[in-house]
């Protein structure tokens, strides 16, 4: 604590080898949705926003980005199933490599959370399960979002969703990216099939946790042939009630992932705390990702609320690896500059996070350097 941190007494701030990448530090950027990529399209504004967090020999994860045309549930998220979108991709990518950062695609697909508009030819948004979402208010806090009720995906259509899956994770490498992090948290669709509380599917991917993890270890088991072990990563929420999709058992289901995860050697596990159970709010929790720490043999990544005085401390008791920061690596473009001088930081404004302007609450957040 105080300004007479140094680096040397800064974990956060220590070198890390995730595999093949040698990273320089363990502050991590969070995937963050912004809802900029017009028409689903990675816009050229992004090149500033990704390469303001780049910095030599940190981790940088990009925006949930969408796995095919069924994938999307919000405006304006980006996509990697076309053509178009790998192009726009590129120079995303080179921007965060020149600068020496490791830039890894976040992909995604919302299943049920999602409507008709956001579908090919108005269809019902895709799940485990037939069971709608009920309507939310939208993180500006004014619009109520409504869900089309779903539809359940059959056993046999399920191969040609992992093959999407697979197929993003393809086109990630082919723009550039150093890896992948597939989206298995947030009551999304991976997580609709791992939840107990939402999947109620009695054929090979329902039932026993086993049959409920099948659907994600699938996709694993297809990225990881497609594009090699030690580009895939995996992010999983198994505390987190969001999108109305929680387990009754959420620390069996987190061991019983690290330890299959295992079998196909991944680079690595992003966690998100307990305490995370709904995006952005904190609650106080008895839990603890220590199993899944302990039971996970790759690198392992946490987030959900860290600071950082508690990042450090998560590293001293050996908790992670690497810690991800979400608003506040939004605020402060900079940060891992920020924590090495423990600087202080820029606040973060919420109601910028989703708007669609290409600059403000994007790329207008000051650096250290820049005279408030
Ligand atoms: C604006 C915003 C967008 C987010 N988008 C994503 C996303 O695309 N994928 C994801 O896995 N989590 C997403 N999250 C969750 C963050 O990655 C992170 O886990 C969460 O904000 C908690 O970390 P923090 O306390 O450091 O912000 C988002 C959070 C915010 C605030």
Known sequence: MGSASTPANVPLITPYKMGKFDLSHR???????????????????????????????????????GVSDTAQGYPDTPGIWTKEQVEAWKPIVDAVHAKGGVFFCQIWHVGRVSNSSYQPNGQAPISSTDKPLTPKIRASGVDVVEFTPPRRLRTDEIPQIVNDFRLAARNAIE???????????????????????VNDRTDKYGGSLENRCRFALEVVEAIVDEIGADRVG??????????????????????????????????????????????GVVHETPHSLVPMRKAFKGTFIVAGDYNREDGNKALTENHADLVAYGRIFLANPDLPKKFELNAPLNKYNRETFYISDPVVGYTDYP?????I
């Open 27 to 65: 502050v991590v950027l969070a995937p963050l949705t912004r809802q900029r990529s017009y028409h689903n399209v990675p816009q050229p504004h992004a090149i500033l926003y990704y390469s303001q967090r780049a910095s030599k020999g940190g981790l940088l994860i990009a925006e949930a980005t």
């Open 234 to 279: 995996i992010r999983l929420s198994p505390f987190a009630d969001y999108m109305e999709s929680w387990d009754s058992n959420p620390e069996a289901l987190g061991v019983y992932m690290a330890e299959s995860l295992n079998m196909y050697g991944i680079l690595y596990c992003h966690a998100v705390e307990p305490r995370m159970k709904m995006v």
């Open 367 to 371: 650096f250290l350097e820049t005279p």
């Open 175 to 197: 723009a550039g990216f150093d890896g992948v992090e597939i989206h298995g948290a947030h009551g999304y669709l991976i997580d609709q099939f791992l939840k107990d509380q």
